[in-house]
């Protein structure tokens, strides 16, 4: 990818929300109207140094806009969802719908309810050149152009430094470097 290009949707959207505390801040947002530092720290039993981290990360990414208040005296920091963080409602919701239906669970996920009907839904994804037919990976395929998939680099945090050793049968192996 030269300097120039940028990547691909999906890429763009793992860049900016493709960590699970991210994710759950922006749930979180949508879903109780959370905006304050100590409300997310409270529902999500997050660190306060990640917590501030990641709230940078999503102001930098202009998914969040801080708004300074006062209360008691102090000046304080919310959050808003920006324009930004409000177009991705529709994928956030998708997995939601998702997990709904795939993820097993003892107690159920909440539900959505539209605000203009008053019913229970699920929201579907629809075509918007033929007036909102429901819209599946089985009809739809890519057109492609000069467009990029993103080239993005995932953190492993979970992995350690290995070596690899090879049995007497000539099989190799990886084992764990210890610290």
């Not at 492609?144 to 000539?170: C, I, K, M, N, Y």
Request: charged share 25%; hydrophobic share 40%.
């Amino acid at each position: 990818m030269t300097g120039t290009e940028r990547p691909s949707a999906i890429g763009q959207a793992l860049l900016a929300i493709g960590d699970q505390w991210t994710l759950l801040i922006l749930q979180r947002a949508f879903l109780l109207h959370v905006r304050r530092f100590a409300d997310w720290r409270d529902e999500l039993g997050m660190s306060e140094s990640v917590l501030a981290n990641r709230l940078k990360e999503l102001v930098a990414g202009d998914l969040l806009r801080p708004v300074p208040y006062r209360e008691q005296g102090r000046t304080r920091t919310e959050y808003l969802l920006t324009d930004r963080a409000i177009a991705l409602w529709p994928l956030l919701v998708e997995i939601w719908s998702w997990e709904r239906r795939w993820v097993p669970r003892r107690h159920g996920l909440p539900e959505l309810a539209h605000d203009v009907c008053g019913r229970r839904t699920d929201v579907e994804l629809g075509c918007a050149s033929c007036g909102g037919a429901p819209v599946t990976a089985r009809d739809t395929e890519t057109v492609r152009g000069a467009a990029t998939f993103a080239q993005v680099t995932v953190a492993r945090h979970h992995l350690v430094p290995v070596s690899t050793e090879r049995d007497p049968g000539g099989v190799a192996t990886l084992k764990a470097l210890s610290g």
